[in-house]
């Protein structure tokens, strides 16, 4: 199996690095030079290969000088010095995860659960999505009075809505971009958390200098903004919301029933111009081998046996993509080859130019694994839902085929998502583009859909995916299910066969309850 950090291997007994590496050890610092060693110099070595003849003469020489050398008993601990000290830095992202590696998580319930403080901190300490939020916003407002649309509050202000609201981040960023926009909003922020609603209010009171409705109600059930006749509750009078805003994304994109909550929302939103952030958002998924977490969830089963069917957010480390592409490059794909050798065991002057040495770091390059997108949600303005819905609109189901170059074992499928908070300004967890979209993001780790027994495919299979969101008006749950196939035409001819099947795995006793 590849793993994702290559490993590193010591020798002993073997002749100096290239470049004279150990030879130019500063014996009294005990640390390696940090100049690194040149890649043609790698390449060289490895091309200059010696014959078998040629091997045994410098075995023999090697043992007869043997008595004459000094050993430098210290030349693996400066290697590991200097190893250390050349490290590359590590991202914010890895920092950030540093002990949650390859550890399970049950996801969040914040529809049925009210959040601890705690969980709402963590959260917040993600400034790469609030400043995407806080972007997504003021475009938004930047563009509707630039495009001069007609406005649902009071005294020509943009109504808009933070529903879902927790201790408050979109609510700041909402009232910043108004400011730097110079757009005047009229804002509600809509919280059923007691325990984050009074933190709303110490806000509002504190901060906001009280220009923020706070309204403590499950967004499902919120009538919308109103004014009032005399200050009677029952003579509200309610009015659309231009904008609404909410952070109800999870590991999967609606794992965390972000559908459901805003069906209650989107009837709210002006009809003709009203606008959600986010506006979409997609699932992708990806089949992966782990066999590190499949090994815990056996374990696990023991005293649970709901385990194996239990979606996981998990940190992924010790794990390897299973469908994957090539790098191609100019020289190749996925991998530079080494250069020609020619009848003397030497590099050819037609190969020496082959490949220069910066290159050659596609040597190093891991695949690019396949992502394929399961399904999405659009939000936008929508009409009331009927009062006997039983939620089928919500219902998903997906099959994806996955192309499996090199034997494999497959432990269960990895989960991400993407979404678009307004055009042009968009967030991920997909490892195809999320250094792209959302750099340093470390909200949300991808989630693992695992399987009870590991499916093997041999080189040359097809892996198709079987998915399904489930709902039946009361709780959300999925289920999955893997197929091996022979895609090897040395094999089977026409379609080919099938090679196993995995169980169908089913997170309906850990499933999201809706009321």
Not at 80 to 91: C, D, S
Not at 302 to 311: I, L, Y
Not at 496 to 508: H, T, Y
Request: hydrophobic share 35%; net charge negative; proline share 9%.
């Amino acid at each position: 199996m590849r793993q994702v950090t290559p490993p590193c291997i010591l020798l002993t007994g073997a002749d100096p690095l290239p470049g004279g590496v150990l030879a130019n050890t500063n014996a009294d610092s005990g640390v390696l030079p940090s100049d690194p060693v040149s890649m043609d110099d790698v390449l060289s070595t490895f091309a200059a290969a010696p014959t078998p003849a040629e091997a045994q003469a410098n075995e023999a020489r090697r043992i007869s000088s043997k008595a004459s050398r000094v050993k430098d008993t210290l030349a693996h601990l400066r290697y590991l010095r200097w190893f250390q000290a050349n490290q590359p830095p590590k991202t914010k992202y890895e920092t950030h995860s540093l002990g949650y590696e390859d550890y399970l998580q049950t996801p969040l319930h914040p529809l049925a659960d009210n959040l601890e403080s705690i969980t709402y901190e963590i959260f917040e300490q993600d400034p790469v999505k609030y400043d995407l939020y806080e972007r997504a916003i003021r475009k938004a407002l930047t563009e509707w009075h630039e495009q001069g649309k007609p406005t649902s509050g009071q005294n020509k202000r943009v109504v808009v809505a933070v529903v879902g609201a927790g201790r408050g981040p979109l609510v700041s960023r909402a009232l910043k971009a108004s400011t730097d926009s110079g757009v005047p909003i009229e804002l509600w922020a809509v919280e059923k958390n007691p325990n984050a609603f009074v933190i709303l209010q110490r806000h509002n009171s504190q901060t906001w200098s009280n220009e923020v409705h706070l309204v403590k109600a499950d967004m499902r059930s919120w009538k919308g903004p109103a004014t009032y006749a005399g200050n009677d509750p029952s003579q509200a009078c309610h009015y659309h919301i231009d904008i609404a805003i909410s952070e109800l994304l999870g590991s999967f994109g609606d794992n965390e029933l972000s559908p459901e909550c805003l069906d209650g929302i989107l009837p709210l939103l002006n009809r003709e111009h009203g606008i959600s952030i986010p506006q979409s958002y997609s699932t992708w998924l990806t089949p992966i081998a782990a066999p590190k977490l499949h090994g815990e969830i056996y374990v696990r089963a023991v005293s649970d046996s709901s385990a194996p069917n239990t979606p996981y957010v998990v940190m992924l480390h010790s794990f390897d993509y299973i469908s994957t592409k090539s790098h191609v490059s100019a020289y190749g794909p996925e991998f530079v080859s080494l250069p020609a050798l020619d009848k003397d065991r030497r590099p050819s002057s037609e190969s020496a130019g082959a490949a220069p040495a910066e290159d050659a770091m596609h040597l190093a390059k891991p695949p690019i694994p396949t992502v394929h997108r399961a399904w999405s949600f659009h939000h936008g303005p929508s009409a009331p839902l009927p009062t006997d819905s039983i939620n089928s609109h919500n219902m998903r189901h997906v099959r994806l085929s996955f192309e499996v170059r090199h034997r494999a074992a497959c432990h269960g499928l990895a989960g991400y998502f993407e979404a678009v908070l307004y055009p042009g300004i968009e967030l991920s967890t997909n490892p195809l583009n999320m250094d792209h979209k959302s750099p340093d993001m470390m909200s949300w780790y991808p989630i693992f859909f695992p399987l009870k027994k590991p499916l093997y495919t041999p080189d040359h299979s097809l892996l198709n995916v079987t998915f399904f969101r489930m709902t039946d008006n009361r709780k959300v749950w999925y289920e999955w299910m893997v197929e091996a196939w022979s895609n090897n035409p040395v094999v089977a001819s026409g379609p080919g066969f099938r090679l196993g099947v995995s169980e169908l795995g089913s997170s309906k006793d850990r499933s999201c309850m809706m009321r």
